[in-house]
């Protein structure tokens, strides 16, 4: 099996920067896509940003200039790096990784990690 593992979460200040990772173990024979989804409070989650195994990238409208996606294939490791942050983008923040495996496209998430922007 693949699991997906978040750290990097916690408490910071609005205008601070966090830097969150992500690191897939299990069977993986070649991850596609890998990203982040946030899903605060009592709304849907939704995307943040996906990175494709050829490193081509789509950011939510309003985060693209803050926040920046990244991975490191060979440690199946995806990072989001969290710049100038409001109070609004507090959420748990989930990674997202998909493999193609056995004729179909399988789906992974991690459990998520908090983050909190407040004064």
């Known amino acids: 099996q693949v699991q997906l593992v978040e750290s990097g979460g916690g408490l910071v200040q609005p205008g601070g920067s966090l830097r969150l990772s992500c690191a897939a173990s299990g069977s993986i024979f070649s991850m596609n896509v890998m990203g982040w989804y946030r899903q605060a409070p009592g709304k849907q989650r939704e995307l943040v940003a996906i990175i494709t195994s050829g490193s081509s990238t789509n950011y939510a409208d309003s985060l693209k200039g803050r926040f920046t996606i990244s991975r490191a294939n060979v440690k199946n490791t995806v990072y989001l790096q969290m710049n100038s942050l409001k109070p609004e983008d507090t959420a748990v923040y989930y990674c997202?990784?998909?493999?193609?495996?056995?004729?179909?496209?399988?789906?992974?998430w991690g459990q998520g990690t908090q983050v909190t922007v407040s004064s």
């Open positions: 997202y990784a998909d493999q193609f495996q056995l004729g179909r496209t399988y789906e992974y």
